[in-house]
């Protein structure tokens, strides 16, 4: 079974920092799926980034990107010019390649809390 | 934007009582989850719907769980007769694409059995 690994329960940076979010995961599958999800304290999850186990190239959405180590089973999230608004606890979640039905599960690390201090 | 939504917010039930969670996924989504998230633990996977049937579930989704589309808009999580540990927040989702695109949760419903 896939496991999810966030190693830091609660992080706190001054605005406009920039901040590093780690997660670490195993799998024996060479294809499979990682992903940043976030939760603001109204607590609805919002997909912050993705990136495909198959694809070098990091993934990035505007102030938020990834470096994704696949040796290294590693996937951790920067966060550049911190606001306030993204005070949230950020998930890591891993995805094995889609079944014949496309609707598979995610397996999620317990989460960082993310504190951005003004 | 489109969003998925849970009624109730909170639900109180009793120990041994059934409840229905609900769920309106985003109108043009195919495919539709469940998770939970036990206070103070991991968000877990209980169940995913395609095409009118279960496409994977996890070790939690055992006799007591079941999932319904009843008219083509809601989405609905059963739990038959619930158990303290059954205690959670429950959360909805939905995707257009298959599940490697990633989803669109809703704010869930913090489920009290007492």
């Known amino acids: 079974a896939q496991t999810v690994t966030q190693s830091q329960p609660e992080m706190s940076v001054q605005e406009a920092e920039t901040v590093t979010l780690s997660c670490t995961y195993d799998t024996s599958e060479n294809n499979y799926y990682l992903f940043w999800y976030k939760q603001p304290p109204s607590r609805q999850m919002i997909l912050v980034i993705r990136?495909?186990?198959?694809?070098?190239q990091n993934a990035t959405e505007n102030r938020f990107s990834v470096n994704f180590q696949k040796a290294a089973k590693s996937f951790s999230l920067k966060i550049s010019d911190s606001q306030l608004g993204d005070t949230a606890m950020y998930f890591c979640a891993f995805m094995n390649p889609p079944s014949g039905g496309g609707a598979d599960g995610l397996t999620f690390g317990k989460g960082t809390h993310l504190i951005i201090q003004p | 934007e489109p969003e998925v939504t849970q009624t109730p917010s909170h639900q109180v039930t009793q120990m041994g009582q059934e409840v229905i969670l609900r769920c309106v996924p985003i109108?043009?989504?195919?495919?539709f989850y469940w998770y939970r998230q036990i206070l103070g633990q991991k968000v877990e996977f209980l169940v995913s719907f395609y095409n009118n049937e279960i496409s994977e579930k996890s070790e939690i989704f055992d006799d007591q769980f079941s999932v319904e589309r009843p008219d083509g808009s809601n989405f609905t999580l059963k739990i038959r007769s619930t158990k303290l540990e059954d205690s959670a927040m429950y959360f909805c989702?939905?995707?257009?694409?298959?599940?490697?695109?990633?989803?669109?949760f809703g704010s869930g419903t913090r489920l009290t059995v007492v």
């Open positions: 990136q495909e186990a198959y694809k070098q």
């Open positions: 109108s043009n989504h195919l495919y």
């Open positions: 989702a939905s995707s257009e694409r298959s599940a490697n695109y990633g989803y669109t």
